[in-house]
C-alpha cells in the first residue's frame, strides 16, 4: 500500500507563487506515474496534471499551461508541483494520486490506485 503525504498549500494573494510536495512512502514509486488533481467547493474533481514514470513525458490541463510545471525527485520518492501566476480560479483542494500502469497517462481520476489526503491551496484577489 503507498501512502502520499502531500504538503505546502497555503494562503497566497493573486499573482504569487507556490510550490505543492508529495512524498510517497515505497520505492515502487520510481516505476508509478504520478498526477496532481484539485477540488473546488461544489465542483467535481479535475486533473491538474501528471507524470510518467520516466519524469519525461507529462501533460497539463490547459488552464495552468505555461504557468504550474510537475517534476519528480526519484532519489527522495517526491513529486513537486510549482505553481506560477496564481489566481482566485485555482482555489481547490489539491490531492496527490499514483497510478501504478505508468504509460499512457491518464485524466480521470478513476485511473490511480492511490491518493493523498489533500491541501489547500487558496488564492485571495
Known amino acids: 500500500q503507498v501512502q502520499l503525504v502531500e504538503s505546502g498549500g497555503g494562503l497566497v494573494q493573486a499573482g504569487d507563487s507556490l510550490r505543492l510536495s508529495c512524498a510517497a512512502s515505497?520505492?515502487?514509486?520510481?516505476?508509478?506515474?504520478m498526477g496532481w488533481f484539485r477540488q473546488a467547493p461544489g465542483k467535481e474533481r479535475e486533473f491538474v496534471t501528471a507524470?510518467?514514470?520516466?519524469?519525461?513525458?507529462?501533460d497539463y490541463v490547459d488552464a495552468v499551461k505555461g504557468r504550474f510545471t510537475i517534476s519528480r525527485d526519484v532519489r527522495k520518492n517526491t513529486i513537486y508541483l510549482q505553481m506560477n501566476m496564481l489566481n482566485p480560479e485555482d482555489t481547490a483542494v489539491y490531492y496527490c494520486?499514483?497510478?501504478?500502469?505508468?504509460?499512457?497517462?491518464?485524466?480521470?481520476?478513476?485511473?490511480?490506485?492511490?491518493w493523498g489526503q489533500g491541501t489547500q491551496v487558496t488564492v485571495s484577489s
Open positions: 515505497e520505492r515502487a514509486f520510481s516505476t508509478y506515474a
Open positions: 494520486a499514483a497510478r501504478r500502469r505508468s504509460f499512457p497517462i491518464a485524466k480521470e481520476w478513476t485511473s490511480y490506485d492511490y
Open positions: 507524470v510518467d514514470s520516466t519524469g519525461y513525458r507529462k
